[in-house]
């Protein structure tokens, strides 16, 4: 069998394989949260809320520490492989004001965690994990536009460029990251069939986002893109969690985690040839990562897990519009006017999510698992933006573990199916690629959409010590 030693090398190799930049976007799943934290949870499609006895019990509800009666610490970590496609047109009466765009994109993320969870006494356990969060983000290069003002270049730059400077043509790159990692410490109690804990999260966050316009030879930068990069970003929460043995084979489990608000200021720089503003300028703003409560009810016998959870999570608390301000008057708008305003209408709505999974043990040595988990799509066609990936409803699990000694090996692969989504004609995504100028307003020329699926892998061996 593989030593623990050997498995956090072969980890540490993959993720630096697979993964030599971290920096890479990471995308939507249930909203921009992953459906599973752990690679036993995601086995079961992230219906884990009353079963209990892993290390990521520190993530979803620390009450579940108080029945171990071990030492055991556990590392892992999820792979994620997207699908993202995009496309988008531009029809105008005249074929030569037309285009349209369409590109797939393959990026890849990691998400992994460690933790360690140890008895103090009989009833009493304390656990420390570090995880990340979750995120979103897109990364699109040589997107067909006009220019941000939808002048002719010659009329940009106030100069005759040969060949080129007649045409009003542009190409976009649009990169954004936002990611939260935690590291929780946290306590569990069990007394009789009753078990309580909580939970004190430090989160971790940063923000990065590039739009940025050129020619469409890429020898000239055309004034009106933005590269914004938030400072590092730390912020506390909490989490409580309960849960109850109701018979030897019945128990039921409440959880609720915090919402966080992380402070995002930092620098942003405009595409500009005045060299006043070469510099950049401060900007401030914040982001609420928002609260979850969880409810569950699990069975068990001495073959069989199943459970039951429903999920909820107020988005539109958090995610209905991200604004920045800055502390100079440099973004210019699409009707030409400069402001040290500005902000993102994202507009998501409330979501529940159903999940429900089964873990069936053969023997001694192997186990294995199947879930589900469905969560409606909370983007509406007014938030549609190719910065954040599509709220993917559908996941399907399975997964299994080999034990030896006092040691297991987890492995499960999960399949988000794919969902398309459709911009909508008030979205700030359709207003900057159809509004040129206050006599130039055509939004119901251009159309977009965007369609996602993903595929992921989760590792994680957890072992008594």
């Known amino acids: 069998m593989i030593s623990s030693r050997k498995f956090i090398l072969i980890l540490i190799l993959i993720s630096v394989w697979i993964f030599p930049d971290l920096s890479n976007p990471l995308e939507a799943f249930h909203g921009i949260m992953q459906p599973a934290f752990g690679a036993r949870q995601a086995g079961m499609g992230g219906a884990f809320q009353a079963v209990g006895g892993s290390v990521m019990d520190l993530e979803s509800n620390p009450s579940h520490l108080g029945r171990v009666r071990n030492t055991k610490w556990e590392l892992g970590s999820s792979f994620h492989f997207p699908r993202i496609e995009y496309s988008d047109e531009f029809i105008d009466p005249n074929p030569n004001q037309t285009y349209q765009n369409k590109m797939v994109e393959y990026p890849k993320a990691v998400l992994p965690y460690v933790g360690i969870i140890k008895p103090i006494t009989e009833n009493i356990s304390i656990g420390f994990a570090l995880y990340a969060q979750g995120g979103g983000g897109g ?54 069939n009753f078990a309580f804990g909580f939970g004190l999260d430090l989160v971790y966050g940063f923000m990065q986002l590039k739009r940025t316009y050129q020619d469409e030879t890429r020898s000239l930068t055309i004034p009106g893109g933005i590269r914004y990069q938030s400072d590092t970003s730390f912020t506390i929460g909490g989490k409580i969690g309960f849960s109850y ?62 459970d039951l959870d429903i999920k909820y999570i107020p988005w539109s608390q958090s995610f209905n519009s991200s604004k920045f301000r800055l502390e100079d008057s440099w973004v210019r708008t699409p009707i030409g006017v400069e402001t040290n305003t500005f902000q993102f209408n994202l507009n998501w709505k409330n979501q529940t999510i159903l999940a429900i999974g089964a873990e069936y043990k053969w023997n001694e040595t192997y186990k294995t698992r199947m879930g589900y988990s469905y969560g409606k799509n909370v983007i ?86």
């Open 245 to 306: 043995d109701v018979t030897e084979n019945i128990r039921i489990a409440y959880s609720y985690t915090s919402r966080n608000v992380l402070p995002l200021d930092g620098t942003m720089f405009v595409d500009t040839y005045q060299p006043e503003r070469s510099f950049g300028t401060r900007v401030s703003r914040y982001m609420i990562w928002p609260d979850k409560h969880i409810a569950g009810i699990s069975y068990h016998n001495d073959r069989w897990i199943l």
């Open 380 to 465: 509406p066609a007014s938030g549609v933006s190719p910065m954040l990936g599509a709220s993917i409803e559908h996941h399907l699990a399975m997964g299994g573990t080999i034990t030896w000694d006092n040691t297991s090996l987890h492995i499960a692969c999960e399949y988000g199916f794919p969902k398309k989504t459709y911009g909508g004609k008030t979205s700030d995504w359709t207003l900057s690629h159809s509004v040129f100028s206050t006599s130039e307003v055509q939004p119901m020329q251009y159309s977009y959409q965007k369609t996602m699926s993903v595929f992921s892998i989760y590792l994680g061996m957890e072992q008594y010590i």
């Open 139 to 192: 990364h699109f290069k040589n997107i067909k536009r006009f220019t941000p003002e939808g002048r002719s270049l010659n009329e940009t730059f106030r100069t005759n460029i040969p060949v080129m400077g007649e045409r009003n043509f542009a190409v976009e790159d649009l990169t954004f990251r936002f990611m939260t990692m935690k590291s929780t410490f946290g306590v569990g109690v069990k007394q009789g």
